[in-house]
């Protein structure tokens, strides 16, 4: 969550508070109409060789690279 200060923050960096708030309303949209632990039941309910989920906030890229190629 950012707050006031960090809003503040980064207008003093010269990003523009409307397009902050415009990609804002992008991200909140999104959260309301995805559902993100469905899709991955739905990819991890086929068969393995159709389809590969990587939880990229575990794995590293070095672990990705590797588990891309063997899959592949």
Do not use: F, Q
Not at 24 to 34: D, F, G, L, Q, S
Not at 44 to 62: C, G, H, K, Q, Y
Request: proline share 7%; aromatic share 2%.
């Amino acid at each position: 969550m950012l707050g006031e200060g960090g809003v503040a923050a980064l207008t003093g960096e010269g990003v523009d508070p409307d397009d902050l708030l415009a990609k804002a309303r992008i991200v909140v949209t999104e959260r309301r109409h995805y559902d993100p632990d469905a899709a991955a039941r739905v990819l991890r309910d086929l068969p393995p060789e159709r389809s590969l989920v990587i939880d990229t906030e575990r794995a590293n890229p070095d672990e990705v690279a590797r588990l891309v190629r063997a899959w592949l």
